[in-house]
C-alpha cells in the first residue's frame, strides 16, 4: 500500500467520523440542553434527514467506483480512438483518463477525491454532487441549532459560570459553520462545471491550452444548462434526488462531430484562436 492509499483511508475515515460525530453531538446537545429554542423540532428532524441523506449519498459516490473494464477485444475502443493506457494495457475510451491513486482507467474522470476515498466519475458524479449539497445543509442547520442555543444561553445565564458549556457548544458553532461553508463551495463549482457538462480534468486542460493563445469555444458535449443538468441529475419533479448520469460512460452523444475534446496535446506555437 503506498503513501496515497494512505492518505485516501485517513482522509475517508475523517471525513466518515466528522459527520458521525457532529451528528451525535448535535442530537445530545439537543436532548439534554435545558434551553428551549424556537423550530425545534423542526430543525432537529430537518437536520436527522439531511444527515442520513449525506451518508446515502456519500456510500453511493465510495461503492460506483467507474473503472473501465477490462476487455477481451479491445477493438470496441481501438476503433474509436488511440488513446492506449499502457499502465492497463487497454484502450481508453472518450474522457476517461488513469488515475494513479487508483491505479485504474476511470470513465469520464473529474477528479480523484481523497475525502470519499474514491475517483469522481461517470457512474458516481449526480451521487457526489448530492452529497455535497445535503452535508452543507445539514451542516448549515447544525451550526443554527448550536447559535440558536448560544443566543438563548446568553439571555438566561452568565458567562463565567457555564464557561466551559458555552466554549463547547461556541465550537461546535464555529466547526459546522466552516463545514458548510466549504462544502457549499465546492457543491457551487461543481454544479457550474455540471451546466457546462464538463470534468474538473477537462477544465484544467482548457485552462493550460489558453495559457499559450489557443480558445476552444464550443463544447460538444453542452446542450444547454437545463438538459445537462436533467440528463445528470434526473428529472426535476423527483427534486434532482434520484437519476444517474445518461449513458454508459464510454459512448457520449455530440451536439456536433468532433475529435476528442479537449485536445491533450496541443502544438506550441498555435497562437489563434480555435472554432471547433
Same mark, same amino acid.
Given at each position: 500500500?503506498?503513501?496515497?492509499?494512505?492518505?485516501?483511508?485517513?482522509?475517508?475515515?475523517?471525513?466518515?467520523?466528522?459527520?458521525?460525530?457532529?451528528?451525535?453531538?448535535?442530537?445530545?446537545?439537543? =436532548?439534554?440542553? $435545558?434551553?428551549? *429554542?424556537?423550530?425545534?423540532?423542526?430543525?432537529?428532524?430537518? +437536520?436527522?434527514?439531511?444527515?442520513? =441523506?449525506?451518508?446515502?449519498?456519500?456510500?453511493?459516490?465510495?461503492?460506483?467506483?467507474?473503472?473501465?473494464?477490462?476487455?477481451?477485444?479491445?477493438?470496441?475502443?481501438?476503433?474509436?480512438?488511440?488513446?492506449?493506457?499502457?499502465?492497463?494495457?487497454?484502450?481508453?475510451?472518450?474522457?476517461?483518463?488513469?488515475?494513479?491513486?487508483?491505479?485504474?482507467?476511470?470513465?469520464?474522470?473529474?477528479?480523484?477525491? $481523497?475525502?470519499?476515498?474514491?475517483?469522481?466519475?461517470?457512474?458516481?458524479?449526480?451521487?457526489?454532487?448530492?452529497? %455535497?449539497?445535503?452535508?452543507? =445543509?445539514?451542516?448549515?442547520?447544525?451550526?443554527?441549532?448550536? +447559535?440558536?442555543?448560544?443566543?438563548?444561553?446568553? /439571555?438566561?445565564?452568565?458567562?463565567?459560570?457555564?464557561?466551559?458549556?458555552?466554549?463547547?457548544?461556541?465550537?461546535?458553532?464555529?466547526?459546522?459553520? %466552516?463545514?458548510?461553508?466549504?462544502?457549499?463551495?465546492? +457543491?457551487?463549482?461543481?454544479?457550474?462545471?455540471? %451546466?457546462?457538462?464538463?470534468?474538473?480534468?477537462? /477544465?484544467?486542460?482548457?485552462?493550460?491550452?489558453?495559457?499559450?493563445?489557443?480558445?476552444?469555444?464550443?463544447? $460538444?458535449?453542452? +446542450?444547454?444548462?437545463?438538459?445537462?443538468?436533467?440528463?445528470?441529475?434526473?428529472?426535476?419533479?423527483?427534486?434532482?434526488?434520484?437519476?444517474?448520469?445518461?449513458?454508459?460512460?464510454?459512448?457520449?452523444?455530440?451536439?456536433?462531430?468532433?475529435?476528442?475534446?479537449? $485536445?491533450?496535446? *496541443?502544438?506550441?506555437?498555435?497562437?489563434?484562436?480555435?472554432?471547433?
Amino acid at each position: 500500500m503506498n503513501r496515497r492509499n494512505y492518505e485516501d483511508i485517513i482522509k475517508s475515515s475523517i471525513n466518515y467520523s466528522l459527520i458521525t460525530v457532529l451528528f451525535f453531538t448535535t442530537i445530545a446537545i439537543t =436532548l439534554k440542553s $435545558p434551553e428551549n *429554542i424556537k423550530f425545534k423540532n423542526i430543525l432537529v428532524i430537518t +437536520f436527522c434527514t439531511t444527515t442520513c =441523506l449525506s451518508v446515502l449519498y456519500l456510500i453511493l459516490t465510495t461503492f460506483n467506483t467507474g473503472y473501465i473494464p477490462y476487455v477481451n477485444d479491445p477493438l470496441e475502443y481501438r476503433e474509436k480512438n488511440d488513446r492506449y493506457c499502457t499502465k492497463c494495457k487497454l484502450f481508453k475510451p472518450e474522457r476517461a483518463h488513469h488515475c494513479r491513486r487508483c491505479n485504474r482507467c476511470i470513465k469520464k474522470m473529474d477528479h480523484h477525491c $481523497p475525502w470519499v476515498g474514491r475517483c469522481v466519475n461517470n457512474d458516481n458524479l449526480a451521487h457526489f454532487i448530492r452529497f %455535497l449539497f445535503f452535508v452543507s =445543509l445539514s451542516s448549515f442547520i447544525s451550526s443554527m441549532i448550536y +447559535f440558536f442555543f448560544i443566543y438563548a444561553f446568553l /439571555k438566561k445565564n452568565s458567562i463565567l459560570n457555564n464557561f466551559i458549556f458555552l466554549s463547547l457548544i461556541s465550537f461546535h458553532f464555529v466547526l459546522t459553520l %466552516l463545514i458548510s461553508i466549504f462544502t457549499c463551495t465546492l +457543491f457551487v463549482f461543481n454544479l457550474l462545471l455540471l %451546466l457546462r457538462n464538463i470534468t474538473f480534468i477537462e /477544465k484544467s486542460i482548457l485552462f493550460d491550452i489558453e495559457r499559450i493563445g489557443v480558445l476552444l469555444k464550443k463544447n $460538444p458535449y453542452d +446542450f444547454g444548462k437545463f438538459r445537462n443538468l436533467v440528463n445528470l441529475l434526473g428529472k426535476p419533479y423527483f427534486f434532482f434526488l434520484f437519476g444517474e448520469n445518461v449513458g454508459n460512460g464510454t459512448d457520449f452523444e455530440k451536439k456536433f462531430e468532433s475529435e476528442p475534446w479537449p $485536445p491533450v496535446k *496541443i502544438p506550441r506555437w498555435y497562437n489563434y484562436e480555435i472554432d471547433v
